[in-house]
């Protein structure tokens, strides 16, 4: 089994920053891949960012590309969200995503609990 711990969520006006982190534990892999997902009111889960545990591949959804940069510490088992420019619409849950078995999307083997963006406008 593999426990992921959020942090970062939090309340800010658009155009700032916020910092999403999630922590691994538990089983260890020699690869895998991580990454986040959003959940909106009323939309369907999105697939956000994720990288590699080397840090040679990365994702971004058109949406975020040039605001978000993923990065990680395959040290600490730790991957890291940089949030800048942030949208109103940036508003939701978003959730860690470990998966080591399996491509990461649609459906990665392990979840985060999910920590609150809110952006206000």
Known sequence: QVQLVE??????????????????????????????????????????SAVSW?????????????????????????VYLQMNSLKPEDTAVYYCAFTHSRPIAPTPDYWGQGTQVTVSS
Do not use: H
């Open 7 to 48: 942090s970062g969520g939090g309340l800010v006006q658009a155009g700032g920053s916020l910092r999403l982190s999630c922590a691994a534990s538990g089983r260890t892999f020699s690869s895998y891949t991580m990454g986040w997902f959003r959940l909106a009111p009323g939309k369907e889960r999105e697939f956000v």
């Open 54 to 78: 080397s840090g040679g591949w990365t994702y971004y959804t058109d949406s975020v590309k040039g605001r978000f940069t993923i990065s990680i510490d395959s040290i600490k088992n730790t």
